[in-house]
């Protein structure tokens, strides 16, 4: 019943600039989601956490990517990611996420691809 439709990936040359969306929806109207965040796996990687907001607006950010993303959401059901300043090693497949109820559940991926 909870979807995640993430948008926003692409290609973009290093040093340059993308936003990521994703937002929720369920039968009915969306509710009780306590946080919502970002990940992202590159091929041959594990899955990294890339930053979190919680429904207080607390952020966490990997600190590979501290000042340079900044992670924000309205307060119905969208979050976002803006990447500034990309590198080639933030190529990746970007799943957002969202904690609901206490029950974590994850968007499909958007592919970004930072070349050099």
């Known amino acids: 019943q909870v979807q995640l439709v993430e948008s926003g990936g692409g290609l973009v040359q290093a040093g340059g600039s993308l936003r990521l969306s994703c937002a929720a929806s369920a039968s009915g109207s969306i509710s009780g989601i306590n946080a919502m965040g970002w990940y992202r796996q590159a091929p041959g990687n594990q899955r990294e956490l890339v930053a979190t907001?919680?429904?207080?607006?607390?952020r966490n950010y990997a600190d590979s990517v501290k000042g340079r993303f900044t992670i924000s959401r309205d307060h119905i059901n969208t979050v976002y990611l803006q990447m500034n300043s990309l590198k080639p090693e933030d190529t990746a497949v970007y799943y957002c996420l969202i904690n609901r109820y206490g029950v974590i559940y994850w968007g499909q991926g958007t592919q970004v691809t930072v070349s050099s």
């Open positions: 907001i919680t429904s207080g607006g607390s």
